[in-house]
């Protein structure tokens, strides 16, 4: 509906109270850190720094970083992932694009894809938000493990501990 009226104060609709239960936004300034021990490692060569890791719903929003080339690896979702590309590019062995810098990608529920980032990528940060679960697979579709919210919890609460910034430093990443 248009506004018929002058608002001399636009503000005054968006003050209402702050709702008792609601968990407060998450604001980080850098995404990408100074302190290398933000980065939590994964395997050799690649780590994952949190940005939002929400227990209620199941997801998790995070950077992947990988400083080496060849498979990543092979997984699938029972839920859709999005990704967006902030350095490098990297692609699936089962499609014909390539995710690049600046570039958007969806990955719909249920398919089995094998990361790979090229021989001439020296490092590749990634944005990827996970609904659900990582179920990871071999060449012929059998279970390897998986990945959830609360094993990334579990292993930023490890990490964080043994490099001096205290279990307690995910905290500010859990809703």
């Known amino acids: ?7 001399e104060n636009p503000r005054i609709p968006y003050q209402l109270p702050f709702p008792k239960d609601a968990q407060a936004e998450i604001v980080v300034p850098s995404a990408i850190p100074d302190d290398e021990r933000v980065w939590v490692p994964q395997t050799a060569n690649v780590w994952f720094r949190p940005l939002c890791l929400n227990r209620s719903q199941g997801y998790w929003v995070n950077l992947l970083r990988v400083r080496k080339s060849g498979v990543l690896s092979r ?8 990704g967006y590309v902030l350095k490098g590019r990297w692609h699936y062995l089962e ?6 810098e600046g570039g958007y990608v969806y990955e719909p529920p249920g398919e089995t894809h094998t990361l790979v980032v090229p021989d001439d990528v020296d490092e590749m940060i990634t944005l990827f938000q996970v609904n659900g679960i990582m179920y990871y697979v071999d060449p012929y579709g059998k ?3 998986y990945e959830d919210v609360f094993t990334k919890i579990d292993m930023c609460r490890k990490h964080y501990q043994s490099v001096g910034l205290g279990a307690d ?7």
């Open 143 to 145: 279970h390897l493990g």
């Open 1 to 7: 509906m248009p506004v018929t009226e002058k608002d």
């Open 95 to 100: 499609h014909d694009w390539v995710a690049q």
């Open 75 to 82: 997984h699938r979702h029972p839920n859709p992932v999005h």
């Open 169 to 175: 430093y995910v905290d500010q990443f859990l809703r």
